[in-house]
């Protein structure tokens, strides 16, 4: 099949200078005018900022949420079936990392139809890559549980493994719950692992700190509702 399905990083934050994505995701989008997002408002104001004169009428966007039924999203890729190339634009990094793009893009394969990544920020990889932890090995463990003894058992199970694969561990939060979770890594691990945090990442505010535990809880930082990413690591 000649059609393409281009996977577009999104912004990490409503600000952002459109010159950090590479020329290749401005051209795609200028030619392309069906697009499966998160969140329609969000979407078109990413598109007007990376294209100001594409014409925001032509555009059919198709939702994709916690809230689209497997009917609505059974069709989504119909134009690509129909011989029209199609963007999956996540609404905060990578299409299909720790968003629900993944489904799509496993349907297109499905289909038969040409998936091709573009390149764009990952919150994921540029904590991993400024925490000064172990880059050779990592996970990504996507969000801990939300009850708090699980969410403590959560967090000694990655330290431990860690510990015994010399694994960096990373994951994540909801962010008006940041703050909680900070307190609960504070109280489970041990003094001596180390913690980054990380977090309105490529944004004005952006911040970034690997330090161990026991100087962690010498540290206050205010980052309520603000994205962020957690990653620990426990030498053997």
């Known amino acids: 099949m000649d059609t393409t399905l281009y996977l577009i990083p999104g912004p990490l934050g409503e600000e952002f200078n459109p010159d950090i994505f590479p020329p290749q995701i401005k051209h795609i989008i200028e030619k392309t005018d069906h697009f499966i997002v998160e969140n329609e408002k969000e979407a078109r104001r990413f598109i007007k900022k990376i294209t100001p004169a594409k014409e925001q009428s032509l555009l059919k966007l198709y939702p ?39 489904e799509i893009v496993e349907k297109a394969y499905r289909l038969d139809i040409k998936v ?45 493994k860690s510990q015994k694969t010399d694994q960096s ?45 026991e100087l962690w809880k010498k540290t206050k930082i205010n980052f309520h509702k603000k994205p962020a990413i957690f990653i620990i690591h426990q030498q053997a």
């Open 116 to 160: 091709k990544p573009l390149v764009g920020p990952s919150s994921i990889l540029l904590a991993m890559m400024s925490s000064g932890l172990n880059g050779q090995n990592f996970a990504f463990n996507g969000y801990l549980p939300i009850d708090k003894i699980e969410r403590k058992m959560a967090i000694k199970a990655l330290e431990s």
């Open 169 to 213: 561990q990373i994951f994540m939060e909801t962010p008006y719950r940041n703050e909680k979770l900070l307190e609960d890594l504070k109280q489970v691990l041990n003094q001596n692992t180390q913690l980054c945090i990380a977090y309105e990442l490529t944004q004005a505010e952006e911040f970034v700190k690997t330090m161990n535990v």
């Open 64 to 102: 994709l949420n916690k809230h689209t039924s497997s009917t609505a999203m059974a069709t989504y890729l119909d134009p690509c079936l129909a011989g029209i190339d199609m963007g999956l634009i996540s609404d905060a990094g990578c299409p299909g990392v720790a968003d629900p793009g993944a």
